[in-house]
């Protein structure tokens, strides 16, 4: 048995499961140094990652397991974080990686570069760093990320609503379940005035259209009472954040207290927030010569 093979014996020890809660004590693979390793749940996680612990248990964070080993001048680091399942795991990666930059030769969903790999598989959300300068270990990292998805079961993302793809920018599509995740797209304050509560997902991705760019934030709720209610929720008693313009019985148009402007649309189960952003000054008025001076060009 090779060291690559140890490695992943070692590793997959560590993925928790079901009957495996605790990363077990076991002898390094030949060659390594285990420098540190731990196990954390939700109420413990905040010490390894603080400030950022949050977002993960609003994705549905359920248990991590980190080790730091060094062999010969290479050091790197890995952890593991099991998640609710695999939107949450998806969740979580596309959270912090889109715009993906994939690494060729890595297998499954990835991105990263030479001292940082992220890469995500059914219910687990992988962080593999490198902290050395030692290029030789680069091939190892790249190995170790595919050894260890290869062996965690395939289970297909079942996504909760499509998008529409006229116009979708690529490699923006992202997800979330909380006010944490949305408040970086669209804030609506501190409270889940959505009513998301951690079980329905929003759908996000931008749209190049004529006047610029959009970003649309597409809920699919359990059923039409729920969408109706949330959208009435919205429209009769806005946050001090929310100030309404127009409006009628399926949208209106508001603004929030960061001056962006949003327009929210009911259509049966799905509720519809597109975030409208406002042409720079010197784009509207490069558009508006544009025209004047092609006329100019025909009549020279």
């Not at 509207?284 to 060009?297: D, G, L, V």
């Amino acid at each position: 048995m090779n060291k690559y093979h140890f490695l992943l014996y070692f590793f997959l020890l560590l993925i928790p499961t079901a009957r495996n809660t605790a990363a077990p004590l076991i002898l390094p693979p030949v060659g390594w140094q285990i420098e540190s390793r731990e196990t954390f749940s939700p109420e413990t996680l905040c010490r390894h990652i603080d400030g950022a612990a949050e977002l993960l248990l609003e994705f549905g964070f359920k248990k991590m397991t980190a080790a730091r080993l060094s062999r010969k001048g290479s050091q790197f680091s890995v952890e593991i974080y099991q998640m609710a399942g695999p939107l949450s795991a998806l969740g979580i990666y596309l959270n912090r990686c889109a715009p993906e930059t994939p690494i060729a030769g890595v297998i499954p969903r990835n991105s990263g570069d030479s001292f940082q790999l992220e890469l995500v598989k059914s219910a687990c959300f992988i962080v593999i760093n490198r902290f050395d300068k030692n290029r030789k270990s680069l091939p190892l990292m790249e190995k170790l990320a595919n050894k260890l998805a290869a062996e965690i079961p395939n289970i297909k993302v079942k996504w909760p609503c499509t998008l529409p793809e006229k116009g979708k920018i690529k490699g923006s599509v992202r997800l979330a379940r909380g006010p944490l995740a949305l408040r970086p797209v669209l804030s609506f304050g501190e409270d889940d005035v959505l009513r998301l509560h951690g079980k329905t997902w929003a759908v996000i991705a931008d749209y190049r259209v004529r006047k610029g760019k959009e970003t649309l934030i597409r809920i699919n709720y359990q059923d039409e009472k729920k969408s109706r209610a949330v959208f009435i929720s919205l429209l009769e008693n806005p946050n001090s954040r929310m100030k309404i313009s127009r409006k009628n019985d399926t949208s209106f148009v508001f603004r929030n207290n960061d001056n962006e402007k949003a327009i929210v649309q009911r259509h049966g189960n799905i509720l519809d927030i597109r975030k409208i952003y406002s042409i720079p000054p010197s784009e509207s008025r490069r558009r508006a010569t544009r025209p004047n001076k092609r006329r100019n060009e025909h009549a020279d």
